[in-house]
């Protein structure tokens, strides 16, 4: 314990929840399956990130979590790795319909961003990523949801529109990521957010993204996630 301590010290890190795990100091630490490993490898990723380090195995031990971190610290394999095994964990994962892991941005860039990333870990797996944010046409994304897909990358906004269109259900979703969720709300999101958050089970995994917490994102990470780990990377937080 005394040495996790000191490390976390030294990194400026800050780790507050019940029964937290010990950080990991190498992806080989976090227990994934060769094919996630050949595909970090792929990506160029030799070891995981400070906030990777801490987030990684709380998300991995099914815990909902508060990341607070710069950008460019490497938060998207943070949530993204981790959806990768919970959703190959699915003993349901051929059956039923609609995404199973939901990741929200709060614009088509970034959310683009998470997209190409996703892409990269779902890809030795089969499972497919669409895509829902504007820039592209909403029947395209219409029909491709209706095809099918085990994870979805999305704007609040458009996703909102395409399930009033029943392009998908939220049903089956249990693994929901709020990325950059204080410029979500600087954008006016809160509204299409807490609706996508009520049409998704209460005991879904829960990932809470920001770079600060405001009083209003602090409000909704306390009525939306359950006894979330908190962990703030750097000077922020
Ligand atoms: P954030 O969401 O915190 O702003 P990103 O997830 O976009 O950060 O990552 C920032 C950059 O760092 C990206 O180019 C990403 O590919 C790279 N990156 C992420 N994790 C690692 C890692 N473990 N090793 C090397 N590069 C990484
Ligand atoms: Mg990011």
């Known amino acids: 314990e005394q040495d996790v301590t000191e490390y976390r010290n030294a990194l400026k890190i800050r780790v507050s929840g019940f029964d937290v795990p010990r950080p990991v100091k190498t992806?080989?630490?976090?227990?994934?399956?060769?094919?996630l490993?050949?595909?970090i490898t792929k990506q160029g990723y030799e070891k995981p990130t400070n906030i990777q380090c801490q987030a990684l195995p709380i998300v991995l031990s099914g815990s909902d979590i508060i990341g607070i971190a710069k950008t460019g610290s490497g938060k998207t394999a943070a949530f993204v790795l981790p959806m990768i095994v919970h959703i190959?964990?699915?003993?349901e994962l051929g059956k039923g319909e609609g995404p199973i892991g939901v990741i929200c941005a709060p614009t088509r860039e970034l959310a683009h961003q998470i997209y190409l990333e996703t892409r990269k870990f779902a890809k030795p797996y089969g499972l497919r990523v669409s895509a829902v944010y504007g820039g592209m046409s909403k029947l395209d994304q219409f029909k491709e949801l209706k095809a099918g897909a085990e994870i979805v990358v999305t704007t609040p906004g458009r996703l909102i529109d395409l399930?009033?269109?029943k392009a998908l259900t939220l049903k089956r979703a249990t693994y929901l990521v709020l990325d950059e969720a204080d410029r979500m709300f600087d954008l006016?999101?809160?509204p299409q957010i807490r609706s996508?958050?009520?049409q998704i089970r209460p005991d879904r995994q829960t990932l809470l993204f920001s770079a600060t917490m405001p009083r209003k994102v602090e409000k909704l990470a306390r009525e939306i996630l359950s006894d979330p780990v908190r962990v703030s990377v750097g000077e922020v937080g």
């Open 27 to 35: 992806f080989d630490d976090c227990g994934f399956p060769p094919p």
């Open 163 to 165: 399930l009033k269109m």
């Open 188 to 190: 006016g999101f809160e």
């Open 196 to 198: 996508i958050v009520g």
């Open 37 to 39: 490993m050949s595909a």
């Open 88 to 91: 190959m964990d699915q003993p």
